[in-house]
């Protein structure tokens, strides 16, 4: 069976919560049915100049380590709000947007020779809060959390402690930002556990929410053609 999503593309910015969004989309118009396998990948201005792997951020805790050299070992480290980092004889650093293995290799060309012969360089996230998924709605712990690595919907659910007891599973919504536009795909827990269609990728900035009737009603005149979700429909929407 191909895989196809719900995707709304809303008519004015989305705040950060899932409630605070859905209520904009009255004035959405002018319905386009079509199809498409996945809920589109943000690219990498959405996240915020972040690809995979994991790029670091603004405010993001770093643990970075000089092999054989005490005093800058187990050095703890927070990027202020431009990204930049202060690293004891390397100076300033812009970390934001790059790639821990990237700074690892920023920091040792500014030690080499005239402070260290040979350095090697580690440098480990050990805290993140600028790449985040918000979790929303009838999960358990609702929330802002890290997206390292490969996070799927059901894996998002699951950080967040699962779903409450009497949470809609087939009235989960996530709201993404795709090429500067805003998104949206509906998705029914019950039909991925049952294999009709895939888990689909999370990524950060995303937001989920689980169970909000609000969130549903968006889909209304596509919930008429598959009302369980388990062929569902691509919808593009724009205004008048």
Sequence with gaps: MRNRFLLLILSTALASCGSS???SAGSVSDVKVVESDVLPEPTRL??????RPYLIGPFDKLVIDVFGIEELSKQEVQTDAGGRISFPLAGIITAAGKTPGELEE?????LRGQYVRDPQVTVNLKETVSQVVT?????REPGLYPVIGRMTLMRAVA???????FAKLDDVVIFRT???QKMAALYNLKAIR???YNDPEVFANDVVVVGDSQARRLFK???QLAPTLLTPLVYLLTNN
Excluded: H, P
């Excluded at 920023?106 to 500014?110: G, K, L, N």
């Excluded at 979790?135 to 999960?139: P, R």
């Excluded at 950080?159 to 007891?165: D, F, H, L, N, Y």
């Design 21 to 23: 969004q859905l209520g």
């Design 46 to 51: 959405d996240l915020f100049e972040q690809n």
């Design 106 to 110: 920023e920091i040792e060309s500014r």
């Design 135 to 139: 979790i929303d709605g009838q999960v």
């Design 159 to 165: 950080v967040a402690k699962g779903t409450a007891e």
């Design 178 to 180: 795709v090429n500067g």
């Design 194 to 196: 049952r294999g009709y």
């Design 221 to 223: 005149d596509g919930l």
